[in-house]
């Protein structure tokens, strides 16, 4: 396993590319991930926060080569994921799952719950067959659903108890490694909450490490240790949850930061409204793709793209005000901000 | 049987026009399987004598121009115009399916190939391609099968294209790779089985249309073959007496009438019937 | 002073499964210049209730009860007296801006359609309207925009298109129906923005509906949460967030991430076959054995905020 000051790294990320093209005689291409590095430690979660369009989706089907990266490296348990042919890779697979976003459409609508579970458990020959049954009882009693419930269809379950069934499922195959895409963004809160907590405790029990990506800071806060912010295509700032939400320094990470919604009409909070909206990534913006909505623009950002460099602790953030031969301007950020 | 399913079921039943065609094919269909015990007569005994009687309490529908009993033909003829579309269906829905989801999932260059494969074949009128088939190849049963078959399977290629691609988008599609399923795997059991309904439809639909381009080819001649009863041949038969003996002609083309008009009665029911969010083809 | 008064409003409507009662027994008031949140998980009934006051339901829906606005009862105004009101007196903002706009036409078009048809203006001059609406939304470079169609907008571009054609005709009430769903964070903030000026600036009132307790707290001055159907709290949007009153209505807020994220146990209740007595009681912490039988009124609890629950009956 792979280790870097002591600490071993269930999945390392290093400069993920994925660029679509589209049309068969004029090509246009998208770069939707354009160069990600993380690490995930073992039985850690990591968060990846961005507004729709930032890449984040992609960059959870990348890393389980749900999709086929353009360049970079994956790897998982000390395997290069990306390096493996078809087999080895299927043979794979089962300890590195994903939860995906719409519950409803994440179930084979024409099989019945007890099958859905069972499946992985026949493909694998993870149980034996006389004791399938008890295992698939089993899953369903820890993800908090009833025995009735194995003869239902999905289409009779609720949102949230749809997601528990895809959750049983892929604890039926005992993953190391779990892709969590935005997996409450369509469930009530209420039914949110218990997801989540339901999530945390699997996670304890089962020891995965999760990737867990939204657009909600508010459940980045509550579900990870470390996190990276994206914009476009790029990882702006990254580093641990506890570290960025106290004093997050990239402009875009503040202005997310301060569009929090918060329940309380009493909060009353100095809010960074954010002018305009996210370029296309079709056409980004040339240097800093934040510049043109950013409130500190320089000249040079308009020019020369910042590149990720670490504040220490493994805070790591890609902005001119924080390069480091120009201290000039990071004391000038500084004042801007404490007024 | 599933809450859905029995729904779907109560829907069709609802149904009038679907419910008469399915006791109509229902009938035709026992009569085509029990020929040898209900139908009154031997198909092929020729009683110059009787020739040309027509419909009486002996022979309900007449005798044609060979003394044979129009009744037992019209039965045995339910029974060859069954056999050969439902084999028609049977084995253009298999391949068209196949190369339908063959297409729609792996997408790229074989999708491509197989979509202006069946473009140009389309581009041809259907049932000169069947004639045109059926004369380099020669009249005869399979010959019909053949030449029935080679267009047929388009349509269902083209729904099953249609429907799988919206099925690959599902996330469960992508949850089962993740699983590390083979894509053989997937398309036998998450695709095609989401597929059905749609294509269910369509080959109720196809079997009214196969049965017609049947009769078609038999009136010309160039299906099944004398003395094999068949509602289309008979109709050709029939043709020269059309003046004196209009039931040689009536009976057939009524049954062939009723049959097609069944098929399309329980085809629109079901369509109505499946479930609209599981209906992919809009 | 009240605008509108909502007294004993049922929406039933028959399914093959049974009468689902999506608004049962709701009396609700919006004040002059005042927003009022309807707060409440999904199926709980409150697209339903909005979309009954002007309505706007399908056939089959069996609405009863009164809904005074003016002094007239929207539920007995013809079709053509209702169609005076709609988008002119109370627009409804609905939630789905895509599906919402008419994609053959351009937004301009759209947005100038009220003042045709409510104000007959002539087309130039409605024109040149429209594009002032789309500069009040904060749309940049307007004239040129306003001969766009929609999926040329961004979605938080869309939003803004609906929000200025609620406004078009300055109406005194305006119904949003999840105005920010969908939208990211960065967007939604402009949103709020944009609509507390707005209503500040119009003096109209406004019924938001929504799932989002934050939205509630950012735009609102009352609240109300539905629940099963039914309003189990009504109150002063400052009083709720220091505690709601209802059992339902504390968990429903305690499961808010900023707030604890504290699960509630159970499903929401069918709309056909809601549970005996208090609806909430299979989920509640503090159920009593009357809860099982018992229906609780809606009873004032402290100065203005109301319960539905028979701790405070």
């Given at each position: 396993m792979a280790s870097m000051r002591g600490v071993s790294f269930m999945l390392e990320v290093q400069g993920l590319k994925k660029t679509f093209t589209s049309g068969l005689v004029s090509k246009r291409s998208v770069k939707a991930v354009d160069g990600i590095s993380f690490n995930i430690a073992d039985g850690e979660t990591f968060g990846l926060v961005g507004e729709s369009g930032c890449g984040k989706t992609t960059v959870g089907r990348l890393v389980l080569r749900l999709i086929e990266p353009t360049e970079g490296k994956v790897i998982f348990n000390s395997i290069d994921v990306l390096k493996l042919n078809k087999k080895a890779l299927r043979k794979l697979r089962p300890q590195m799952q994903i939860i995906f976003q719409d519950p409803e459409s994440s179930l084979?609508?024409?099989?019945k719950i007890g099958d859905i579970i069972a499946e992985p458990l026949k493909l694998y020959n993870l149980v034996p067959k006389a004791n399938r049954e008890k295992k698939v009882l089993e899953l369903i009693d820890m993800v908090g659903l009833?025995?009735?419930?194995?003869?239902?269809?999905?289409?009779?379950?609720s949102g949230g108890q749809s997601q528990r069934v895809v959750l049983a499922r892929v604890l039926a195959l005992g993953p190391r490694f779990i892709v969590a895409d935005?997996?409450?963004?369509?469930?009530d809160v209420s039914v949110q909450a218990q997801i989540l907590s339901l999530m945390n405790t699997v996670q304890e029990e089962f020891h995965f490490s999760c990737l867990f990506i939204s657009h909600d800071l508010n459940l980045i806060s509550r579900m990870t240790s470390s996190m990276g912010v994206m914009y476009l295509g790029k990882i702006v700032e990254a580093g641990s949850t506890k570290e960025l939400f106290e004093e997050a320094r990239h402009p875009y990470t503040r202005a997310l930061m301060s569009a929090?919604?918060?329940?309380?009409?009493?909060?009353k909070r100095k809010k960074i409204v954010l002018e305009g909206e996210m370029p296309s990534p079709m056409n980004p913006p040339s240097g800093c793709r934040f510049h043109t909505r950013?409130?500190?623009?320089?000249?040079?950002c308009e020019k020369t793209e910042p590149q990720l460099i670490?504040?220490?602790?493994?805070?790591r953030i890609a902005c001119h005000l924080y390069a480091?031969?120009?201290k000039r301007l990071v004391i000038r950020h500084r004042v801007t901000v404490e007024i | 049987m599933t809450l859905a399913k029995s729904r779907n079921m109560d829907e069709f039943l609802k149904n009038r026009a679907s419910v008469a065609g399915l006791i109509v094919i229902l009938m035709l269909i026992t009569a085509a399987i029990l020929a040898d015990f209900i139908?009154?007569?031997?198909?092929?005994?020729?009683a110059l004598k009787e020739k040309?009687?027509?419909?009486?309490?002996?022979?309900p529908m007449g005798t044609d121009q060979l003394g044979r009993d129009v009744l037992s033909r019209m039965i045995y003829g339910t029974r060859t115009t069954f056999e050969l579309s439902i084999l028609v269906v049977a084995l253009t829905s298999t391949f068209g399916v196949f190369i339908g989801i063959i297409a729609g999932y792996f997408r790229g260059v074989i999708d491509e190939i197989l979509m202006r494969l069946i473009d140009v074949l389309l581009a041809f009128p259907s049932i000169i391609l069947a004639l045109v088939i059926i004369g380099a190849l020669g009249p005869g049963m399979i010959n019909t099968i053949v030449a029935i078959s080679l267009v047929g399977w388009l349509f269902y290629a083209r729904v099953a294209r249609a429907t799988t691609l919206s099925i690959r988008e599902k996330e469960y599609i992508e949850g089962a790779r993740a699983m590390g399923c083979s894509d053989g795997y997937i398309c036998l059991r998450y695709v095609l089985p989401n597929c059905l309904p749609p294509i269910i439809v369509l080959m109720t639909l196809n079997l009214g249309s196969v049965i017609l381009s049947i009769a078609a080819l038999g009136y010309l001649g160039?299906?099944?073959?004398?003395?094999?009863?068949e509602w289309g041949s008979m109709l050709n038969e029939g043709r020269e007496y059309?003046?004196?003996?209009?039931w040689l002609c009536v009976f057939p083309g009524l049954m062939i009438m009723l049959a097609v008009l069944a098929f399309n009665f329980i085809g629109d029911g079901l369509r109505d019937a499946i479930d609209p969010r599981q209906m992919v083809i809009k | 002073m009240t605008l509108l008064s909502i007294e004993h409003l049922n929406s039933h409507f028959m399914t093959v499964d049974g009468i689902v009662r999506?608004?049962?027994d709701v009396s609700l008031e919006i004040g002059e210049n005042e927003t009022l949140g309807l707060v409440g998980e999904s199926g709980c009934g409150k697209t339903v209730l909005a979309l009954s006051l002007?309505?706007?339901?399908?056939?089959?829906t069996k609405t009863d009860g009164r809904v005074i606005y003016k002094g007239r009862d929207l539920l007995k105004l013809n079709e053509k007296e209702l169609r005076g009101v709609r988008g002119k007196e109370i627009a409804h903002i609905f939630q789905n801006p895509l599906s919402s706009?008419?994609?053959?036409?351009?937004v301009g078009f759209q947005i100038s359609e009220p003042f045709l048809r409510?104000?007959?203006?002539k087309k130039s001059i409605a024109n040149s309207r429209a594009v002032q609406m789309l500069g009040l939304v904060r749309i940049p470079s307007a004239p040129d925009r306003?001969?766009?169609?929609?999926?040329?907008?961004?979605g938080g571009m869309r939003q803004r298109a609906m929000i200025a054609m609620g406004l078009a005709c300055s109406p005194s009430l305006i119904i949003a129906?999840?105005?920010?769903?969908?939208?990211?964070v960065t967007i939604q903030a402009q949103i709020v923005e944009l609509m507390k000026d707005l209503i500040k600036n119009s003096g109209a009132s406004m019924l938001l509906i929504t799932h989002d307790l934050s939205l509630a707290a950012q735009l609102c001055d009352k609240v109300a949460v539905m629940y099963s159907g039914e309003i189990v709290e009504y109150a002063d949007i400052k009083e709720f967030f220091k505690g709601p009153a209802h059992p339902y209505a504390r968990s429903f807020l305690e499961s808010v991430p900023s707030r604890g994220m504290k699960p509630i146990r159970g499903i929401s209740p069918s709309l056909i076959n809601p549970p005996p007595g208090c609806r909430f009681h299979p989920r509640c912490?503090?159920?009593?054995?009357i809860c099982k039988s018992v229906h609780p009124p809606l009873t004032?609890?402290?100065?203005g905020q109301h319960a539905r629950c028979l701790l405070y009956a």
């Open positions: 084979h609508p024409r099989m009833q025995p009735e419930h194995v003869n239902r269809f999905p289409h009779e379950l935005e997996p409450t963004s369509s469930l929090i919604p918060i329940a309380d009409p009493q909060t950013c409130r500190f623009k320089e000249k040079i670490d504040l220490g602790e493994g805070h480091a031969e120009d | 139908a009154p007569y031997d198909t092929d005994k020729i040309l009687k027509s419909p009486s309490w002996e022979h160039l299906g099944a073959q004398p003395p094999t009863p059309l003046r004196d003996c209009p | 999506a608004v049962d002007l309505r706007l339901l399908s056939e089959n706009l008419n994609p053959v036409l351009t409510h104000q007959g203006l306003a001969k766009e169609y929609p999926h040329e907008f961004s129906d999840e105005p920010t769903r969908g939208l990211d912490d503090c159920s009593m054995d004032e609890v402290k100065d």
